[in-house]
Nanobody, 117 residues
Framework: QVQLVESGGGLVQPGGSLNLSCAAS???????MNWYRQTPGRQRELVAE????????TYADSVRGRFTISRDNAKNMVYLRMNSLKPEDTAVYYC???????????WGQGTQVTVSS
């Protein structure tokens, strides 16, 4: 099964930017990739998704126009560029992979993003 490792989280001031990265242990061509986030006491919510072929981008309404998901299939990497960050973006961000045939889902351990002055 694919293993996912997120990096790039941290503390940033409101209005700032962060780049999250997700490294996969195997070829991600057969996976739709996504980023979710979760705060204590709330369900994990979809932030962005990108289909296996790099098309079919989906964003949560709350991040559309500020966040950009991308992937590099040759490097088995997925990215989330986050601009104009707000305190309500504070959460643990998880990288996910969903098999396009199996529909099995895999998750990384998450990376903390804190937006605060």
């Amino acid at each position: 099964q694919v293993q996912l490792v997120e990096s790039g989280g941290g503390l940033v001031q409101p209005g700032g930017s962060l780049n999250l990265s997700c490294a996969a242990s195997e070829n991600i061509l057969i996976y739709n990739m996504n980023w979710y986030r979760q705060t204590p006491g709330r369900q994990r919510e979809l932030v962005a998704e990108i289909k296996h072929d790099g098309r079919g981008l989906t964003y949560a309404d709350s991040v559309r126009g500020r966040f950009t998901i991308s992937r590099d299939n040759a490097k088995n990497m997925v990215y989330l560029r986050m601009n104009s960050l707000k305190p309500e973006d504070t959460a643990v961000y998880y990288c996910g992979a969903v098999g396009i045939i199996s529909q099995r889902a895999y998750w990384g351990q998450g990376t903390q993003v804190t937006v605060s002055s």
